[in-house]
C-alpha cells in the first residue's frame, strides 16, 4: 500500500512569489494534518482537516497561507506570497478513523525562499 | 500550558551501546504518547504508540516506558545500530482537544 504522497519534494522560490504543495494521504483516512517544520525543531501544526472539513486552522497563517481539500482526499496548500521565513519542510499526514490509530506522515516538501 | 520537552537535545553514541532518551510532558488531558523517528529528509514514523493505561512497549530493539503520575516517558535504544542515527520526536495527544503536541526532538547520532 502506497503511503502518504506529498509533491514536489523541493521547491525554491524568490520571496514575493507563489508556491503550492500537494499530499495524497492514504486511501481511507479521514483525517489529514499539514505541518511546517523548521530545522532541528518538531513540526508544528498548521491546519487539520476532517474529511474536507477544516476543524483546526487556529495555527494557520491566513494572511499569505490557505489549504484545500475539496473532496475530502487529496489536499494542497499555497503559499502567497512566499516570505524568506517561511523557509521548512511542510509535512502532510494522515490518519484513520480512532484518535489512537498510528500518523502516517509524507517525506515532506523542501521549501526554500530566497 | 501544553508542552513536551526532550533530553538530551542531541546524542553521539558508539555502535553496539545502549541509550535512553527523555520525554516530559504537561498536556492535559492526557490520551496517549507517541514516539516517532525521523530520519534525515523524510517524514517521521511510528514506533510505539502508549495509552494512559499502558506504562511499557517494545518495537523491536526501541523500548518505551511511561509513567503517567510523572508525565515521564523513555525510550531506550538496545544494541544501537548506524541506521539508528536520526531525530527522535516525542508527541502528546490531548483528548480534550484532539491535538498533537511534539518535542523538538533529540538528535541521536551512532558512530562505527
Known amino acids: 500500500e502506497a503511503g502518504v504522497v506529498q509533491s514536489p519534494r523541493y521547491k525554491i522560490i524568490e520571496k514575493k512569489q507563489p508556491v503550492a504543495f500537494w499530499c495524497n494521504p492514504i486511501s481511507g483516512h479521514n483525517t489529514l494534518y499539514w505541518y511546517r517544520q523548521n530545522l532541528g525543531q518538531g513540526p508544528e501544526l498548521l491546519i487539520r482537516?476532517?474529511?474536507?472539513?477544516?476543524?483546526?486552522d487556529s495555527q494557520l497563517p491566513k494572511d499569505r497561507f490557505s489549504a484545500e481539500r475539496l473532496k475530502g482526499v487529496d489536499s494542497t496548500l499555497k503559499i502567497q506570497p512566499a516570505e524568506l521565513g517561511d523557509s521548512a519542510v511542510y509535512l502532510c499526514a494522515s490518519q484513520g478513523v480512532r484518535p489512537q490509530e498510528t500518523q502516517y506522515f509524507g517525506p515532506g516538501t523542501r521549501l526554500l525562499v530566497l | 500550558k501544553n508542552q513536551v520537552e526532550q533530553s538530551p537535545q542531541s546524542l553521539i553514541i558508539l555502535e553496539g551501546k545502549n541509550c535512553t532518551l527523555q520525554?516530559?510532558?504537561?498536556?492535559?488531558?492526557?490520551?496517549?504518547l507517541r514516539w516517532y523517528k525521523q530520519d534525515t529528509g523524510r517524514g517521521p514514523v511510528s514506533l510505539t504508540i502508549m495509552t494512559f493505561s499502558e506504562n511499557t512497549k517494545s518495537n523491536g530493539r526501541y523500548t518505551a516506558t511511561l509513567d503517567a503520575d510523572t508525565k515521564q516517558s523513555s525510550l531506550h535504544i538496545t544494541a544501537s545500530q548506524l541506521s539508528d542515527s536520526a531525530s527522535y520526536i516525542c508527541v502528546v495527544s490531548s483528548s480534550g482537544a484532539n491535538n498533537l503536541f511534539f518535542g523538538t526532538g533529540t538528535r541521536l547520532t551512532v558512530i562505527p
Open positions: 482537516y476532517e474529511n474536507e472539513e477544516a476543524v483546526d
Open positions: 520525554c516530559n510532558y504537561t498536556v492535559s488531558p492526557f490520551s496517549n
